[in-house]
């Protein structure tokens, strides 16, 4: 069966860091793109980041460039997106989700459960 699973989330102060990991069962990562997504309350949801299959590229939302960090354990069938100086408007709950074909997309067959990010003195 494939599934996704979220975890890393919690509480964090301005200016700290988190690492979510997002672990795949029922398929090989490798051959996927993984993407990261991010949704708070009253909001839609968007795209934060993603890594194409192969390592043949990245993408990183506006918003988190130079602070956000995507990469690959291919042993460990997991994909990990390191948070670093983090700010309050990072608070939402945070998805993974598998992209056929093994490119980047908006259109995504698989997603994780989520885990909850907030950001607040």
């Known amino acids: 069966q494939v599934q996704l699973v979220e975890s890393g989330g919690g509480l964090v102060q301005p200016g700290g860091s988190l ?26 949801r ?14 990183f939302a506006d918003s988190v460039k ?20 983090l700010k309050p408007e990072d608070t939402a709950v945070y998805y993974c989700a598998r992209s056929p074909g093994g490119f980047c997309s908006s259109n995504n067959d698989y997603w994780g459960q989520g885990t909850q990010v907030t950001v607040s003195s």
């Open 19 to 44: 690492r979510l990991s997002c672990a795949a069962s029922g398929f090989t990562l490798e051959y996927y793109a993984i993407g990261w997504f991010r949704q708070a309350p009253g909001k839609e």
């Open 46 to 59: 968007e795209g934060v980041s993603c890594i194409s299959s192969y390592g043949r590229g990245t993408y």
């Open 66 to 85: 130079g602070r956000f960090t995507i990469s690959r354990d291919n042993a460990k069938n997991t994909v990990y997106l390191q948070m670093n100086s």
